[in-house]
Nanobody, 118 residues
Framework: QVQLVESGGGLVQPGGSLRLSCTTS????????MGWYRQAPGNQRELVSA????????YYADSVKGRFTISRDNAKKMVYLQMNSLKPEDTAVYYC???????????WGQGTQVTVSS
């Protein structure tokens, strides 16, 4: 069975930091591109950051560029999102996504809540 499980969300003050983790199982992790999406109430789900299977290419939404860093550990089959200088606008449920570049097949985690508030 395929499973993606996010962790590390919580309540943080503006300017603070959080590190999200995504643990994967049931997929050949090394050949999958990985991404972090987020969805706030009333908003569409948006791509926040993504990383290629070899970690040689990364993507960041303009809204988080310079503040967030995505990374992956192929040995541990995990992907991370380091979030610094957090803003209230970052408040959302954050989802881990795995994409097979060859087939286009996607897998999703259940999400973890991030709330940025003073």
């Amino acid at each position: 069975q395929v499973q993606l499980v996010e962790s590390g969300g919580g309540l943080v003050q503006p300017g603070g930091s959080l590190r999200l983790s995504c643990t994967t199982s049931g997929i050949p992790f090394n050949i999958y591109a990985m991404g972090w999406y987020r969805q706030a109430p009333g908003n569409q789900r948006e791509l926040v950051s993504a990383i290629g299977r070899g970690a040689s290419s990364t993507y960041y939404a303009d809204s988080v560029k310079g503040r967030f860093t995505i990374s992956r550990d192929n040995a541990k089959k995990m992907v991370y999102l380091q979030m610094n200088s957090l803003k209230p606008e970052d408040t959302a449920v954050y989802y881990c996504n795995a994409l097979n570049p060859g087939s286009g097949r996607n897998y999703w985690g259940q999400g973890t809540q991030v709330t940025v508030s003073s």
